[in-house]
């Protein structure tokens, strides 16, 4: 990877749980997780269990060696904590290397911590490796909307807005905002931009407003990557609004009113099989054509 580039690869896609059928399917059956190289920085967004194809990865070129990149230490952000997006944690490889350095970057949401999470998640009633036994090293570290995470050379600062301008040298910076109608506790959305000006917006388990989402709209702008959720066909979104997901229409408006140069639709129903996610892409097409279901093994270089 070229020393300017960031790079973006996807290993889970689907929401609310893995497709429990065996129907073959080319788009992926993990739930929530992607991988962006940033410089030196390895940044994870999510812990669905994707994560644990993205673990034996890890291993893979840990072994074949790598001069440029710490593979060792990981930036895990969570956009929230319902279970799709923490499932795969547990067996997430890195965690049982001494070597391994963590860094949990999170909102607070409805007053839990991830920390306590993540213990409830390993309770030796549900998991036979509690947390606190895992040798690598793990550091917390809380955010919230008026948060940036600069990542310079070798390490990173979270900074307030009010100190962005103070911050130089930076590779890579990644902002959020809150998005507050995901039940019960809302989810984050995340901005990841590079110091050459690509940027990818993740917008996950958001759903549409009614002459679109002015907020997310300001925020996507003019980005090179737009991964919108779109759980929902236009029918069962008769069904499920309120919700907290969005259909392939209220992405692709956002995409248009952002400018946005690419659309990744993202979490797909369980449910949805390949004939249906085919189907949505080609609606989706018809009003903003550069949009594509995302899927895993997806690889990016901005």
Known sequence: MA????????????????PTRSTKTSY?????????????????????TGIINLGQDLMAELKEGNGHQNLWKLHLF????????????????????????????????????????????????????????LPSARHFHEIGEGSIIYFLEEDFKIVHVREADDVTGWRGKISCRRFYTHPKSGSYMYKIESHTGKSIVFATDVEGFVGSDKRLIDFAKDADILIHDAQYTLQEYDMFQGFGHSTYEMACKVAQEANVKKLLLFHHDPKHEDSVLQEIEQNAQRIFPETYIASEEMDFEL
Do not use: Q, W
């Open 3 to 18: 020393d300017t580039a960031m790079r973006l690869r996807i290993y889970g896609v689907r929401g609310s749980h893995p």
């Open 28 to 48: 992926g059956v993990n739930t929530t997780c992607l991988r962006i190289d940033l410089g030196n920085h390895l940044i994870v967004f999510d812990a669905g």
């Open 78 to 133: 969570f956009t929230h904590f319902h279970i799709d997006h923490l499932m795969g944690f547990s067996y997430f490889l890195m965690n049982y290397l001494p070597k391994s350095e963590f860094h949990f970057l999170y909102p607070r949401l409805v007053n839990y911590d991830l920390k306590d999470v993540l213990e409830e998640l390993m309770n030796p009633a549900l998991f036979p490796v509690t947390l606190s036994e």
